[in-house]
């Protein structure tokens, strides 16, 4: 029961070695091996000398400043049998580790999410979102209960039989991925706020109309004559149109008025 620990980071200096320290906080009595996979060129030499010397991790260059690049790089340079992500702004309860793989290991699954406590600028407040019915594959089509992946644990097993990320997607990777992975696993949810997602806010322009039409036009081309295509067709455009609204990016919403 070995855990390789996957850190994306595009140069969050401040934050990155708060995320590695609540890894190396973990209470288990299992190895673990922490990757951090960054952009090398937005990370000062002084921040890699002090990765480096910090014996339990692996530090690994990726030339694409894109996160799910990071993880599959980060996946193909680990050793152990259970994968999990921490993005270098989030934190895990010292206690994360333990508690959902053990439960993993009890209920037979290869895939498992835990609860976050929202840290906002504003408040912080538990959050967890549950399939309403014991329909697995049919729900995940019609909504992303899952989230983003710093509460994900999968085995390395089940990343390589759903055929991993599509890095060809410049955006809903990991949607499009737990739809591949719940064709082969259930679901073990704990409902505990394991992970401190840390909540940012901003008023921005996004320039990623194009990128988010293309990944949308791709996953409904991957999945077209799906039985729950139309569930997923919906459930893409809701999260088109929430994209659009945290962005400010009037095109996106337009576009989810399409779909």
């Not at 999990?84 to 209920?107: A, G, H, P, Y």
């Not at 077209?224 to 455009?237: A, C, D, I, N, P």
């Amino acid at each position: 029961m070995n855990v390789s620990v996957i850190i994306p980071s595009n140069g969050n200096r401040e934050s990155v070695f708060k995320s590695i320290k609540s890894v190396r906080d973990q209470v288990f009595n299992f190895k673990v091996e922490i990757i951090v996979v960054i952009n090398g060129d937005l990370f000062e030499k002084l921040i890699i000398k002090k990765l480096n010397e910090l014996s339990i991790i692996k530090v690994i260059y990726c030339d694409i400043p894109n996160g799910n690049a990071a993880r599959d790089l980060g996946i193909q340079n680990s050793k152990y049998d259970y994968i999990c992500f921490l993005d270098d702004d989030d934190l895990w309860r010292s206690d994360k580790l333990k508690v959902q793989i053990n439960q993993m290991q009890l209920d037979n699954n290869f895939f498992s999410y835990t609860g976050r406590l929202i840290d906002s600028p504003y408040k912080k407040y538990y959050s967890i979102s549950k399939p309403y019915e014991n329909q697995l594959n049919k729900e995940i089509f019609e909504r992303n209960f899952i989230g983003g992946f710093s509460s994900v644990c999968i085995t390395k097993d089940l990343y390589k039989k759903s055929d991993g990320l599509d890095l060809s997607l410049g955006c809903f990777q990991d949607y499009d991925f737990y739809l591949r992975c719940l064709d082969h696993s259930g679901v073990t949810i704990i409902d505990e706020p394991l992970v401190i997602y840390s909540q940012h806010f901003g008023l921005k322009i996004s320039n990623n109309y194009k990128v988010n039409k293309l990944s949308v036009q791709q996953i409904l081309d991957k999945y077209k004559g799906h039985v729950y295509f139309k569930s997923l067709k919906k459930s893409l455009k809701k999260m088109v149109l929430r994209k659009g609204i945290k962005y400010l990016n009037l095109k996106m919403v337009i576009f989810s008025q399409t779909l």
